[in-house]
């Protein structure tokens, strides 16, 4: 069973850009929780989606967006890059809404941001 | 106050050991409540569960929760140099619409 696959691994940006990630989940998952993590912050929630709704949002600017497509994939958006948004991004997909049961994660897009 | 703290560590246990992980919450609301580790370099992976007050064992480790007390730990026992990792608690409170929220994770060390 193929499980949570992360695109790209590694990109390198600059300020300003903007950088799209895309999540595909575990067959038959039809959550997708997106994660940033920093060695100072820790696992940061930034939101969630199921069944092509997102249903729950972290505290991060609107500079940080997401969707979901019919086949569950998702993906992620953050416009004009700063410094600060240098981090691991997480993918994590899960039969039910509201992260309610197991977490399954995506090795992670890793950004750096120059 | 975060929402869920640990101490960052490091912890360093000597092999054969039991390590005692902690971790407190702040939504009293909180329902469900999850052990992830993460190896250097790897994605985190749930090793334990736990829903209702008391000890919850799965082979060399034991979750324990006290919602009362809003408290969270994890023994793990006959320590083992594999077993260093970061464990990150993970809880689930709904504040703001349900969600999985994570600790910043604990640094173990298992000396050899």
């Known amino acids: 069973k193929a499980g949570v696959t992360q695109t790209p691994r590694y990109l390198i940006k600059t300020r300003g850009q903007q950088v799209t990630l895309s999540c595909s989940p575990i067959?038959?998952?039809?959550?997708v929780s997106w994660y940033q993590q920093t060695p100072g912050q820790g696992l940061q929630f930034l939101f969630e989606y199921f069944s092509e709704t997102q249903r729950n949002k972290g505290n991060f600017p609107g500079r940080f967006s997401g969707r979901q497509f019919s086949n569950s994939r998702s993906e992620m958006n953050v416009s004009t890059l700063e410094l600060g948004d240098s981090a691991l991004y997480l993918c994590?997909?899960?039969?039910?809404?509201?992260?309610?049961?197991?977490?399954?994660f995506g090795e992670g897009s890793r950004l750096t941001v120059l | 106050q975060k929402e869920v703290e640990q101490n960052s560590g490091p912890l360093s246990v000597p092999e054969g050991a039991i390590a005692s992980l902690n971790c407190t919450y702040s939504d009293r609301g909180s329902q469900s409540f999850f052990w992830y580790r993460q190896y250097s370099g790897k994605s985190p992976e749930l090793i334990m569960s736990i829903y209702s007050n008391g000890d919850k064992e799965d082979g060399r480790f034991t979750a324990q929760l006290n919602k009362a007390s809003q408290y969270v730990s994890l023994l793990i026992r006959d320590s083992q140099p594999s077993d260093s990792a970061t464990y990150l608690c993970?809880?689930?409170?709904?504040?703001?619409?349900?969600?999985?929220?994570f600790g910043a994770g604990t640094r173990l060390f298992v000396k050899a």
């Open positions: 993970a809880v689930i409170g709904d504040t703001g619409g349900f969600k999985t929220i």
């Open positions: 067959s038959g998952h039809r959550s």
């Open positions: 994590a997909s899960s039969w039910t809404s509201g992260g309610t049961g197991e977490l399954f």
